[in-house]
């Protein structure tokens, strides 16, 4: 195994991953002494635990901004929904509620809830 040329390619991997990242705890110590060829599996092992680690913690703020964002989408909808110029959208306010609770579990919050939250 070359350790050496592992550990440059995840730190390439992690030098193209956008936007910020936040700064992981370091791997635990392990408390038996390991020969050379085990200190390197482990220093791989950790190297991409740590790349997951931050790709998991990127996609869940990228998750949680496209929900914020989509909720704003359905509050103007709704809003818009109550204006009879604009009755049509009433089906598409409904579905949107309906993919929310499906996914989540429960019903959309109202915005006031949200603004308390952040």
Do not use: C
């Amino acid at each position: 195994m070359d350790t050496e040329a592992i550990l440059a390619l995840m730190a390439r991997l992690r030098e193209a991953m956008p936007g910020e990242r936040t700064p992981l705890p370091p791997p635990p110590d392990d408390a038996h002494p390991l020969n050379v060829d085990d200190f390197e599996a482990q220093t791989v092992i950790h190297a991409l635990q740590s790349v997951s680690d931050e790709l998991e913690a990127m996609v869940d703020a990228a998750e949680r901004k496209l929900t914020a964002d989509a909720l704003e989408v359905y509050y103007a909808a709704e809003e818009l929904a109550r204006d009879p110029a604009h009755a049509n959208l009433i089906p598409v306010v409904e579905t949107m509620r309906a993919a929310y609770e499906s996914d989540y579990g429960q019903p959309i919050p109202p915005r006031a809830d949200l603004s308390t939250t952040e």
